[in-house]
C-alpha cells in the first residue's frame, strides 16, 4: 500500500515544497514533520489500496483510498451508436473492441511467436542446407505450440473474471519454505 499526502485538498508530495492554507510556505522536508505538526498544518496522511490487476479491472482511486473497480468484459465487443446500429470503420466493417480473452491470446500468441523466434535459425538452416534440426529444438518448439494451445483453451473456457485470474502463474511461498506454482498463464517450457 502506498500513501498520499493532502493538504487543503491538494495533492502534496514528499520532496516538495508547498503553501498551506495560511499563505506559509513549507520545504520539501516536510514529510519529515512530527504527525502533531502535520496536523495542525492540516496534512493528511491517505493510505491508498492496492489496486486490482490492470489485465482485467478498469479501476481508480476514491479521495479516502479506497478503490473502485469494475471488472472488464470478457468477450469482444461490436460497438453501436446510440441507436444500436453498428459503428464501420472506414472500410465498412463494424469495429470491435476486444475483450479481456482476445487481449490474452493475442498476448500469448506474440510470447509464442518470441519464444519460437529464438529457434528460429535451426528451421531455416534445415531448409537451406538440409541439416537437421537438433532433437532438443525439435521437442522445444513442439513443447511450446503444445502449451500455446493449452493457454489459448484455457482463456477460451474461463467463465469469469476470476477464472482468468486463476490462470496467472503464481509462486506461493509454504510454511516449511518450498514454492508452490499455480497457474498456466506464460508458464513457457526451456529449452534443454
Request: glycine share 8%.
Amino acid at each position: 500500500m502506498t500513501s498520499v499526502y493532502k493538504c487543503n485538498g491538494k495533492t502534496i508530495r514528499p520532496g516538495q515544497q508547498f503553501t498551506d492554507a495560511d499563505g506559509t510556505v513549507h520545504p520539501g522536508s516536510w514529510y519529515t514533520y512530527s504527525a502533531e505538526q502535520k496536523t495542525a498544518i492540516g496534512i493528511t496522511e491517505i493510505v491508498q489500496q492496492s489496486h486490482p490487476d490492470s489485465r482485467l479491472y478498469n479501476w481508480n482511486y476514491n479521495d479516502d483510498g479506497t478503490v473502485t473497480s469494475t471488472a472488464k468484459p470478457l468477450d469482444d465487443i461490436n460497438e453501436v451508436d446510440e441507436n444500436g446500429d453498428p459503428l464501420l470503420d472506414d472500410d465498412g466493417v463494424q469495429m470491435v473492441t476486444p475483450g479481456v480473452k482476445s487481449n490474452l491470446i493475442a498476448e500469448v500468441k506474440a510470447q509464442q511467436g518470441a519464444l519460437l523466434a529464438q529457434t528460429d535459425w535451426a528451421v531455416i538452416r534445415n531448409a537451406d542446407t538440409g541439416d537437421a534440426i537438433p532433437a532438443n529444438i525439435a521437442t522445444y518448439r513442439a513443447a511450446i505450440r503444445t502449451k500455446a494451445t493449452a493457454m489459448e483453451a484455457a482463456i477460451t473456457d474461463a467463465a469469469d473474471t476470476d477464472a482468468i485470474a486463476a490462470l496467472f502463474l503464481t509462486y506461493t511461498a509454504e510454511d516449511d519454505g518450498s514454492t508452490t506454482k499455480s497457474g498456466i498463464l506464460y508458464d513457457w517450457p526451456e529449452l534443454g
